[in-house]
């Protein structure tokens, strides 16, 4: 195959079953050395992300193109080109190189969603440090465990923020510098002693700087992931993973930066804002959206219309509130800008997928992939038919499979263990200071990611639930989309999390938790009638107990907990909880 023919929407590439044949002959023909050169490069054959998204649009007229549309929580408005980009991180590189920060060095950003923390993320790349984005929401003792095993040398960070964490920080011997951004004279208290203000440090600082000289293997970003046990672990990404990012830009959100205006809703702190809320469009030149406020579904149709949003990427959590709030909602904005949707993060129920049918007259195309991978590694591209509740199929170069506990492949149909051929460009490197971790994640030439799955006979995946969130009851093993997924269906469900609760008879029943939409009421008969509607569809394996919430304990990045659920339900102790959400 020829890389002119993986420019396009790669059905072409599709005719390789990369499931179903030998990992080499799939790769035969492809090639991911073949996309370095649809990158730009540093002189030398040196790779540095900040050139790739910010600096290479610089040339000619394509410098005077937007970059960043910024709304703020309270309506303000800022614009960014690319040339304002590459003269503000510019000026924040020289800003640390004064400080004495060096290639390597981790600079963690504790913000909001303003312009400046891209600036000061794209700024520290181009020094060659090392930067670790942070949910802003997060409390004091999230922050500290980040910094403290990172050895962050420098953190950036807001006013309210700084005060937030005032506790934690004779804890941190290896934290040198405290960089205050006092947006908008929001706060004008004088700064803690030590602190250094922003505003002042760029002011005095060059917008000239000579973007460092990194290899495609040096570390770039690193994101910290909760497991089910221990401390949240750090993994770490390298330059090279720009090229992915950028292939998948094109192929799988059909980035395009002469009609393009893309709007990606996760914040930065996950993995997702930063690969796709950065990395991913503006490698491609593309003209973005940033919203600094949170969910609401008015506020962010809202946001769809003003901007006229082409292309739409987020997460299965936001789309279920979005059909929460009711089908006629949108019909009060104007959304006809909308060509693509894009989600990512869970599982998307083949209902919310026909809901983007129904309303927005497109089905949301879902795509998966994690932290450690970097970028998508799985999707419904445009071009492709999507299969509802299908993750869609490996990408090119990626060869996906699915193990048995012994790790060898199962044929199509059969249920195991999800695993990935390493060496895309955007795999993870290491678990910061914690190699024996990342060793345990290959087994038998397999990078093992933790999710059971499905592939089936034409190539499309289909998940079945992490690992962990697997019930076994009465000699099936469930997983727990597939059960939620039914629940969902009713009309009176918004949200649904499904465990496995031990049980003398069955090893495990199923048993559900359940958000209802607006304008249902909590009641018995409601209750029996859910359980009755996923006894219907589902049989033995429909859930024997549920409970209503008022809404299901969610990450950040709007994962549901089921292992919450699970560890209350149970009595038993929660674990790391830094990622949940308030
Ligand atoms: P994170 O590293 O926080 O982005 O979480 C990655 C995990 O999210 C995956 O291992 C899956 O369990 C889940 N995930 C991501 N995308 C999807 C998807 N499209 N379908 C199902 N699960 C997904």
Redesign the pocket.
Known sequence: MEYSELGKPPVSSMRVQPHLADPLTARRGFRWERLYRELDWLPGGHLNMAHECIDRHCKGEKAQRVAMLWEGKNGEEERYTFAQLRDETNRFANVLKGLGVQKGDRVFIYMERVPELYISLFGALKLGAIVGPLFSAFGPQPVKDRLLDSGAAVLVTQPHLRRNIAGILPDLPELKHIIVVNKNQRDKAPLPSGDLGYEELMAGASPQFDVARTSMYDYSVMHY?SGTTGKPKGVVHRHLAVVQQYATGRWVLDLHADKDIYWCTADPG???GTSYGMFAPWSNGVTQVIYEGGFGPSAWYQAIQKYRVTVWYTAPTAIRMLMKAGDELPGRFDLSSLRYLN??????NPEAVMWGVKVFKMPIH???????TGAIL?GNYLAMPVRPGS?GRPIPGIVAGVLDDEYNEVPPGTEGNLAVRPGWPAMFHTYWRNQEMYNSRFRKGWYI???RARVDKDGYFW?VG?ADDVIKTAGHLVGP?EVESVLIEHPAVAEAAVIGKPDPLAYQIIKAFVALKNGYEESEALRQDILRHARQRLQSIAPRELEFRPSLPK?R?G?IMRRLLKAQELGLPVGDTSTLED
Do not use: A, H, Y
């Open positions: 992931t996950w993995v997702t989600s990512v993060g869970e599982p998307l879902d795509n998966w992939w994690q932290t450690e799985i993750m990611t933790g999710d998940f992490r989309f990450t990045s994962k």
